[in-house]
């Protein structure tokens, strides 16, 4: 890492902060983001109330996948689909275009980036898919999102990041695999891929560095959540055959080993292998995870380990927890609540919900 991307990286995570000219509230207060798509196959970004009602929408070149709130101003950016090209800076009173962030050449993005805690900073997840290193974009959100540098994320194919709670820095998940555009989606680096779970300090120096066991290397570290007191929730995605029980979330502390839920479940296999998104809940006491691919949405208890809740749902992913429990977005449109072992629709729309549903309080 260079000393300019340095003190980059040092002023996004401890600078005192900006004044805002415009605030969330200036939006209706929207709980959630979401990408999605139309019924003829057009793409947008969608800022949704508490009721799962649609307050804005800002049509994207292609597919989302994830995207982030600015901490202040009504800014959201909406990340491509892996191996996506743009991040598209959006007006969240209006809908409107702020700006259309693309990467360096040499790179693409990788869904997902977050704000820093003053919203001065932006960080990206990228792949410079030459070498194969995974990298944090650094744009500078208080200068038009001006592109002033990079760090090492610390692994290959660096997916979802968060702000750490229990000290200033980040957490990525690394998912392990090696991609470029030429190949598309295809995973070039199957038979070495070793994917962790990195920590990076206020200086931009890895802390820590969780991998998983050997006969778990295959089991791509993808989608993190973040609890109040620092614990992070990670969901996999299984790279090999199926047919064992297989687990999808684990549980970290910077220092600790890892905790793997539902170990010894057989209902661990309903979810295919595969964790789609995961939230804690808002008392911490659970953690949960949606598997489109198996139509399934588990919830683990985090002090026990043991599975105490599933519910089948088509082609459910979104995730997130609000007030009344967690919430839950589909492919057939759905913005649902889950009570118990109920899903109570809020809202049907006529859009197919892709992967994530991000919270912003």
């Given at each position: ?51 799962g009602d649609i307050l804005f929408r800002h049509p994207l070149p ?90 090492s994320s610390g692994g290959i194919g660096p997916h979802d990041m ?167 977005t589909s492919g057939q449109g759905i913005v649902a609540a889950i ?23």
């Amino acid at each position: 890492m260079t000393n300019a991307s340095r003190r980059s990286f040092l002023a996004g995570l401890l600078a005192a902060g900006m004044a805002p000219q415009a605030s969330w509230a200036d939006t209706g207060n929207p709980a959630f983001l979401a990408a999605g798509k139309t019924a003829d196959d057009r793409f947008l970004l969608a800022g949704l109330d508490t009721a799962g009602d649609i307050l804005f929408r800002h049509p994207l070149p292609a597919r989302g996948h994830a995207a982030t709130a600015h901490p202040s101003r009504p800014e959201a950016v909406a990340f491509a689909r892996r191996p996506g090209t743009f991040a598209d800076v959006i007006d969240c009173r209006s809908g409107a275009p702020l700006a259309r962030l693309t990467p360096p050449v040499g790179h693409h993005f990788y869904g997902h980036g977050t704000f820093s805690e003053d919203g001065s900073r932006l960080f990206t997840t990228e792949n410079a898919y030459d070498t194969g290193d995974g990298l944090i974009g650094i744009w500078d959100a208080a200068d038009s999102y001006r592109r002033i540098g990079h760090i090492s994320s610390g692994g290959i194919g660096p997916h979802d990041m968060r702000l750490r709670r229990d000290a200033a820095g980040l957490v990525v998940a690394n998912g392990g695999i090696q991609t470029h555009p030429d190949s598309g989606r295809a995973k070039l680096n199957l038979p070495v891929m070793q994917p962790n779970l990195t920590y990076i300090n206020a200086d931009g120096q890895i802390t820590d560095q969780l991998e998983l066991p050997q006969e778990l290397r295959l089991n791509s570290i993808r989608h993190l959540a973040i609890r109040n007191d620092g614990t992070v929730g990670f969901a996999m995605q299984w790279q090999g055959d199926l047919g064992a029980d297989l687990p999808i979330i684990g549980l970290h502390r910077p220092g600790q080993p890892a905790r793997l839920m539902a170990e010894d479940d057989p209902r661990l296999r309903n979810l295919n292998g595969y964790g789609g998104s995961v939230a804690f809940s808002r008392d911490g006491r659970h953690v949960a995870v949606t598997s489109p691919r198996g139509g399934v949405l588990q919830i683990a208890d985090c002090d026990t380990g043991a599975l105490v809740q599933e519910i089948r749902l088509s082609d459910v992913c979104g995730l997130a927890s609000d007030a009344t429990g967690f919430v839950i977005t589909s492919g057939q449109g759905i913005v649902a609540a889950i009570d118990a072992d109920r899903v109570i629709p809020r809202r049907q729309h006529d859009l197919a919900w892709d992967n994530h549903l991000i919270p912003l309080s």
